[in-house]
């Protein structure tokens, strides 16, 4: 079971980004896939999920509006598309798929500085 995320980077604020989680080792259309981040010193949060088919999705109140979740199944893929990147958003970027069991990834740095 894998779950790989990729798209990190350093970013200045206003600019966006675009993460990508890829899943294999299980079936990834039937899992409930998240973003959660962690900022140095801080606990992790939930950013945002989407339900299985994508009919559904839920944000943080500090990233509505900016940052939009989507996945492809036919790719085993979720997507995390940010905007308007601010200095906050600063942190480790996790990918997590939920059902019976739980996977996590590894993480993608994303900095957003001038």
């Known amino acids: 079971v894998q779950l790989v995320e990729s798209g990190g980077g350093l970013v200045q604020p206003g600019g966006s980004l675009r993460l990508s989680c890829t899943a294999s080792?299980?079936?990834?259309?039937?899992?409930?896939m998240s973003w959660y981040r962690q900022a140095p010193g801080k606990a992790r949060e939930l950013v945002a999920g989407?339900?299985?088919?994508?009919?559904?999705?839920n944000y943080a109140d500090s990233v509505k509006g900016r940052f939009t979740i989507s996945r492809d199944n036919a790719k085993n893929t979720v997507y995390l598309q940010m905007n308007s990147l601010k200095p906050e958003d600063t942190a480790v970027y996790y990918c997590?798929?939920?059902?019976?069991?739980?996977?996590w990834g590894q993480g993608t740095q994303v900095t957003v500085s001038s």
């Open positions: 997590k798929a939920t059902n019976d069991r739980l996977y």
């Open positions: 989407i339900s299985r088919a994508g009919g559904s999705t």
């Open positions: 080792g299980f079936t990834f259309s039937i899992y409930y």
